[in-house]
Structure formats: structure tokens, C-alpha cells
């Protein structure tokens, strides 16, 4: 057996259907299309969520929620990883720069500390904003807190 033998499995392939040749092959005429209408016509495409001229789903149900304009979306880090950095890299102060260049927060991201457990080691940590319970941990260990704006 080499390349040359090689052939799709039997029933693999099929030939394309040659539609709009002739009544002899059964596609002819309309095409497959149907008679009239506007899927008959060349050059249409449906409207996404268009139901036949029926009044679409999305303008059907109403709408509801509040959004607030002014809220403030922050990226929530953990005690237990902002610790486990600390370590890793042996640092005493860990902030903004550092939780990005570790790859944790995006470049434009607002950082909340949330306090999950208890820190072992004094460190000085920078963010944003801060839990109370992330707040009284730090401090609790011995190390500082510093909100950016």
C-alpha cells in the first residue's frame, strides 16, 4: 500500500448537486427555490431575528433591569494570592505594577483586595479598594494598606 492506492471510504463522497440545468435533472426550473417570494429572489439574505413580517421576538417582551451609568467595575483578588506572589517573588510591597507584570490584572483594571483568610506575613499592599475583612487581615499581620485612586 502506498499514496497512490489511497481512496475515500465508499459513500464518503458525493458529487455537488448541479442545480438550474434543465428539467431533465430535476433542479431545473425554479431552482429549488420555490415559486415567487423574496428567499426566490437573487441577492436576498434574511434579517437576523426577522419572523415573516410577525412582530420579532425581541420587540415582543418587555424590557427590564436598571443599568447604572456610573458604576465602578473592579478585578477581585484574593489575600491568598496576593500572599502566594509575595512569596514567590519574596517582596515586601505589592501593587499595582507587580499584580501586572504577574499577569493577574490588565493594564487599565481597578483592583479590589477581597480578604478570603488571614495573612501569615507583614505586607504592604496597593490597590484600589479594599474588603473590611481584607482590610483588618493585613493590618492584623503586621503590614500596611495604601488606595490609589
Known amino acids: 500500500m502506498d499514496l497512490s492506492n489511497l ?15 434543465g428539467p431533465g435533472s430535476g433542479k431545473g426550473g425554479t431552482s429549488t427555490r420555490g415559486h415567487k417570494g423574496a428567499k426566490s429572489r437573487s441577492g436576498y439574505s434574511r434579517k437576523i431575528g426577522f419572523e415573516g413580517g410577525q412582530m420579532p421576538l425581541q420587540r415582543r417582551l418587555p424590557k427590564f433591569g436598571f443599568k447604572n451609568i456610573n458604576r465602578v467595575e473592579y478585578k477581585a483578588i484574593n489575600l491568598e494570592v496576593i500572599e502566594a506572589l509575595a512569596a ?3 517582596l515586601e510591597k505589592v501593587g499595582l505594577d507587580e499584580l501586572r507584570s504577574a499577569g493577574l ?3 487599565k483594571k ?8 488571614a495573612v501569615s506575613r507583614a505586607i504592604a499592599v496597593e490597590a484600589n479598594a479594599f474588603s473590611k ?3 483588618a487581615a493585613i493590618v492584623a499581620a503586621g503590614g500596611s494598606i495604601n488606595k490609589v485612586k
Open 7 to 21: 481512496k475515500p471510504a465508499v459513500g464518503a463522497t458525493t458529487r455537488e448537486t448541479r442545480i438550474g440545468r
Open 88 to 90: 514567590a517573588q519574596n
Open 105 to 107: 490584572v490588565g493594564r
Open 110 to 117: 481597578l483592583v479590589k483586595v477581597l480578604g478570603n483568610n
Open 133 to 135: 475583612a481584607a482590610e
